[in-house]
């Protein structure tokens, strides 16, 4: 009996460990829309109140030289990352990131690390509210860019 009994834990254990060693069950199919956040409206513009803060755009090569690392310069401009997704407040909000004209990301404080960034290719930043959109001075959106060399 006690061969029997060894014999059934071992296939019990050997199967299950071979199963999972293999991936176990494939994944559930689910739904990246939730995390897609292109989906929002960067047409709209939101016109600043007063004069546009400065908005410079510096970078450097990042140690292990894969990519860079962007600094956004402002001026009176305040980052609000806890604000994110709710409504606008005058002068605060985060940023957002396009490289050759797709939008990568966002930017929620003015240091940013880069990593697919190719010489000639072109990083414009834009300064956004929190219900991203775009701050604009006289119609125009207040942007920087510049081309890595």
Request: proline letters at 9%; zero cysteines.
């Amino acid at each position: 009996m006690r061969p029997l009994l060894l014999f059934v834990i071992g296939l019990f254990f050997g199967v299950g460990g071979g199963f999972l060693a293999a991936g176990g069950l494939p994944a559930a199919p689910h739904s990246h829309g939730a995390h897609d956040h292109t989906a929002h409206d960067h047409s709209n513009l939101r016109e600043w109140d007063g004069p546009a803060p400065d908005l410079n755009l510096a970078f450097t090569r990042a140690p292990d030289d894969q990519g860079v690392n962007l600094h956004v310069v402002s001026t009176d401009f305040s980052w609000a990352p806890q604000d994110v997704d709710t409504p606008s407040n005058p002068g605060s909000g985060h940023a957002h990131i396009y490289i050759n004209g797709e939008k990568i990301m966002r930017a929620y404080g003015p240091w940013t690390h880069l990593p697919h960034v190719a010489p000639g290719d072109i990083v414009n930043v834009t300064l956004s509210t929190n219900d991203h959109e775009t701050w604009a001075v006289g119609g125009e959106a207040i942007q920087a860019q510049i081309t890595i060399p």
